[in-house]
């Protein structure tokens, strides 16, 4: 196995280093006609692209381009990024708020509070308890899950919920209904563990089929439920073939090849293009313990291809087939975490203790499977965004529909997408992207399916 020397960061050397070098961050409107560019040059250190990119989603830009090159003491990236319309970034706080996370005195918990309109992800809401949850995946679990929490008097202020081969894994910040803060009653959080443990765990007697972990700090969502899945191994999928759920046309075509001169592997990735795309494969390859040194990003219309120039943590390169074949197995079930081909739910409500029950409730009622959830709250108003597909996985029909909108319309604002991958749909995304997010202003649009 190729081996290449790995240099060794110390901390104090790193603070002087960035002290007498700090980064430097370009915004810039003008080099090209139809996006915004981002520079970032700045002291190489393990992890910095992982957090440049973190921060990039979180705003949720469109990384159209990007070109990576960090080989030796110094960190040099460019990002070509449109918002979610496709339009350069001109808001002056946003901008400001680019310059000063990513520059000198970025990377603190204060400017990552900050953070203009972010909802999901990094979160910058008051006193919370956070519930992590991983286990195997049935109709109606959320609703379950969530009736729980209702019942204990917990309400849901942020959740995400990913489901993938067969694994469900959810973040829920909740806090207590009375109080609105976080719940720190070890005997309430004991009950409220061992219900949610019993649900996860079904009829399987065995312990490791579920997981519940409670935190009172911060984590960022989307890393967090990669982290929970890679761990849970859902990569090997249990026997499900991903063709089940997936159509050819989200199928990536991941390779790994060996570059001989300079000593690396390759890493190339094509697929159907999507947000946060960079962030999933970035965010991967470091919690697989890989160093991206360098990287090229593009998009041609819906179809993305990315190639990375990695090795692993200790020099070595990628040089046996079974290394090669659990990279590509990872980066496939990372990018698929987030495909969502179901029914887009959009449903906006004054927020109370048990609203997630109920919708989850009514959605299990007529027959439907939630595959992705979001939830947000925008001061008194939820948000709550749902993917879904019948209990056999099909697409939902007409008549489902109807039925939701009778019995949720009366209390709740819904806004229905179909299908995109339904040939209405795709036939419109051609000339666009795949926009996937969780946005208050959307559901302010009378959107009819």
């Given at each position: 196995m190729a081996k290449?020397?790995?240099?060794?960061?110390?901390?104090?050397?790193?603070?002087?280093?960035?002290?007498?070098?700090?980064?430097?961050?370009?915004?810039?409107?003008?080099?090209?006609?139809?996006?915004?560019?981002?520079?970032v040059d700045s002291v190489n250190k393990p992890?910095?692209?992982?957090?440049?990119?973190?921060?990039?989603?979180?705003?949720?830009?469109?990384?159209?381009?990007?070109?990576?090159?960090?080989?030796?003491?110094?960190?040099?990236?460019?990002?070509?990024?449109?918002?979610?319309?496709?339009?350069?970034?001109?808001?002056?706080?946003?901008?400001?708020?680019?310059?000063?996370?990513?520059?000198?005195?970025?990377?603190?918990?204060?400017?990552?509070?900050?953070?203009?309109?972010?909802?999901?992800?990094?979160?910058?809401?008051?006193?919370?308890?956070?519930?992590?949850?991983?286990?195997?995946?049935?109709?109606?679990?959320?609703?379950?899950?969530?009736?729980?929490?209702?019942?204990?008097?917990?309400?849901?202020?942020?959740?995400?919920?990913?489901?993938?081969?067969?694994?469900?894994?959810?973040?829920?910040?909740?806090?207590?209904?009375?109080?609105?803060?976080?719940?720190?009653?070890?005997?309430?959080?004991s009950i409220m563990?061992?219900?949610?443990?019993?649900?996860?765990?079904?009829?399987?007697?065995?312990?490791?089929?579920?997981?519940?972990?409670?935190?009172?700090?911060?984590?960022?969502?989307?890393?967090?439920?990669?982290?929970?899945?890679f761990a849970d191994r859902d990569y090997e999928g249990g026997g499900v073939t991903t063709e089940v759920d997936y159509p050819p046309s989200f199928k990536p075509k991941i390779t790994v090849e060996r570059c001989e001169e300079k000593g690396y592997s390759v890493v190339t990735v094509r697929c159907k293009d999507r947000a946060k795309l960079m962030f999933d494969i970035v965010c991967t390859l470091t919690d697989m313990q890989y160093v991206v040194f360098h990287a090229n990003i593009s998009s041609n219309g819906p179809h993305a291809s990315q190639e990375y120039f990695i090795r692993h943590m200790d020099g070595c390169t990628l040089d046996t087939e079974g290394e090669k074949e659990r990279v590509v197995k990872c980066l496939e079930a990372a990018i698929h975490r987030r495909v969502s081909e179901g029914l887009s739910l959009e449903l906006c409500a004054k927020d109370r203790c048990g609203l997630l029950s109920e919708v989850t409730r009514i959605l299990r009622e007529n027959g439907l499977s939630v595959r992705r959830a979001g939830v947000s709250t925008v001061g008194e108003r939820a948000v709550n965004v749902f993917y879904v597909r019948d209990a056999y996985g099909n697409p939902v029909d007409a008549k489902t529909i109807e039925a939701l909108r009778k019995e949720i319309g009366h209390t709740m604002m819904l806004n229905v997408k179909k299908d995109p991958a339904s040939a209405k749909a795709a036939e419109a995304e051609t000339s666009g992207w795949a926009k996937t997010s969780f946005f208050f202003g959307n559901l302010l649009e009378k959107f009819l399916a």
């Open positions: 290449v020397c790995w240099p060794y960061f110390d901390p104090e050397y790193e603070n002087l280093s960035v002290r007498i070098n700090p980064p430097r961050v370009s915004v810039d409107n003008t080099s090209c006609s139809d996006c915004t560019v981002v520079k992890g910095i692209l992982l957090e440049v990119v973190q921060i990039l989603t979180d705003l949720d830009f469109i990384i159209t381009k990007a070109y990576v090159s960090s080989d030796g003491g110094w960190f040099m990236d460019v990002f070509h990024v449109t918002d979610q319309q496709g339009k350069k970034i001109t808001d002056v706080k946003t901008i400001d708020y680019i310059e000063r996370v990513l520059g000198p005195k970025g990377h603190t918990t204060d400017g990552m509070k900050n953070c203009p309109g972010k909802r999901v992800g990094v979160h910058s809401f008051g006193n919370h308890t956070a519930i992590e949850l991983i286990g195997r995946d049935r109709p109606g679990l959320l609703s379950e899950i969530s009736a729980v929490l209702a019942n204990l008097h917990f309400n849901v202020t942020v959740a995400e919920v990913w489901t993938h081969n067969r694994r469900i894994a959810c973040v829920l910040y909740v806090n207590d209904d009375i109080t609105s803060g976080a719940v720190d009653d070890p005997n309430r959080l563990e061992e219900q949610l443990k019993h649900i996860l765990r079904g009829r399987e007697d065995d312990d490791n089929v579920a997981r519940t972990s409670f935190s009172m700090g911060f984590t960022h969502i989307d890393r967090r439920l990669h982290q929970m899945l």
